[in-house]
């Protein structure tokens, strides 16, 4: 079945002005969980879903937690769409793209991955490691999704959506996987580092000048307002006071490693790529199209590493046109110069800040050693 966004959705986010769409949330419309440094939040896109996060009990591993999302107000006729975040992100992720996926009558989840987003794991803070990450995953699809999903991942979520599928098909109906974090090996040297250093690597994590360089990097063109507002809705998620343990516990288990299951998912694939990602090499997309048995590779102009936040209205067509499809062919790899990919090395945002927090740790033992010899 053919698929079309009316044209007040197609648009709807053409140009970042177009912002009017939401009236700005009042304070007291938050949920109280949210952290008070929302009100320094300028983007009404990103307050009107935030008026919207809730907290749904999940039982993990024999403890109750209480897990965010932002639920759907309609189900679709379609599979539903669970949209997933990347590395320390949360659903703001989908400020843009959420309002225009409802419109398009689809329905959306957007999940916050557990350790980051807004969940409640204050009192009780489970490990943070991959596998509970996937099991947190799998209980809110068992308690309340209930029916083969749309999983929807970007960047490193891309890495959680191919672990999923492979562990959970029953699940998982279709993969979206945007600008995928799929190839790095883990946390790295996170994952030795001594408690102490991984705790002063993760505080530099969440200081505003290396989110603040993240955004710069990820995106094209952004005026400093812009990035400055970017910045406070992507550090928003580490005020919680267990943010810092939830991460130091997820560097230090390992991180993902999934390249040798990309070949194993068996779902029909939905690749999107910002063709100018600054972080992930474009080569990688032709590599990951090639090595998925099932998949269509679609690759988006002027744009970034977050394609979702960047150009929502063309992934929300992308995204609704796969929905829709009936039938469709099995996918092949097929290169326009009939040559084989050369691998490359994959820099997510992951390793990205990682080597950013190794220089500074260095730069703290050099300086801790200096002073021990005055």
Request: glycine share 6%; charged share 20%; proline share 5%.
């Amino acid at each position: 079945m053919a698929f079309a966004l009316s044209l007040g959705s197609m648009q709807l986010l053409s140009a970042r002005t177009s912002f009017r769409r939401f009236r700005a949330s009042a304070g007291g419309e938050f949920p109280s969980f949210i952290p008070k440094q929302v009100e320094n939040i300028k983007d009404t896109f990103a307050r009107k879903l935030v008026s919207r996060i809730e907290r749904l009990p999940v039982d993990l591993s024999g403890t109750r937690l209480m897990a965010s999302c932002v639920k759907p107000v309609l189900s679709g006729k379609t599979s539903p769409l669970v949209l997933l975040h990347g590395f320390d992100s949360s659903c703001l992720e989908w400020r843009y793209a959420y309002p225009l996926l409802e419109e398009a009558g689809l329905e959306a989840w957007a999940v916050d991955v557990l350790g980051w987003g807004f969940s409640d794991l204050e009192e009780n803070l489970p490990s943070c490691d991959v596998e509970s990450k996937r099991e947190c995953l799998y209980q809110m699809w068992k308690s309340y999704i209930k029916k083969p999903m749309t999983l929807v991942g970007p960047s490193l979520g891309a890495a959680l959506a191919i672990d999923f599928a492979v562990a959970h098909p029953e699940a998982v109906e279709k993969l979206v996987l945007i600008d995928a974090s799929v190839y790095a090996e883990g946390t790295g040297k996170m994952s030795t580092l001594p408690k102490v250093l991984a705790y002063a690597g993760v505080a530099v994590l969440k200081s505003f000048p290396l989110r603040f360089y993240a955004n710069v990097l990820s995106f094209k063109d952004l005026s400093l307002n812009t990035a400055i507002d970017w910045t406070n809705i992507g550090r928003l998620h580490c005020q919680f006071p267990w943010w810092e343990d939830a991460t130091v516990d997820f560097m230090r288990s390992g991180g993902f490693n999934v390249s040798n299951q990309i070949e194993q998912v068996n779902q029909r694939t939905l690749i999107i790529w910002g063709q100018d990602d600054r972080i992930i090499d474009s080569k990688l997309a032709v590599r990951l199209h090639c090595e998925l048995p099932n998949a269509i590779l679609r690759q988006i102009p002027d744009c970034g590493h977050l394609p979702h936040v960047e150009k929502p209205v063309d992934v929300v067509k992308l995204i609704a046109e796969f929905i829709m499809e009936e039938s469709p062919p099995q996918a092949r790899c097929t290169l326009a110069n009939g040559h084989t990919t050369i691998p490359v090395i994959c820099k997510t945002v992951t390793f990205i800040l990682v080597e950013f927090i190794n220089h500074v740790i260095h730069y703290l033992i050099n300086l801790l050693a200096i002073v021990h010899s005055l």
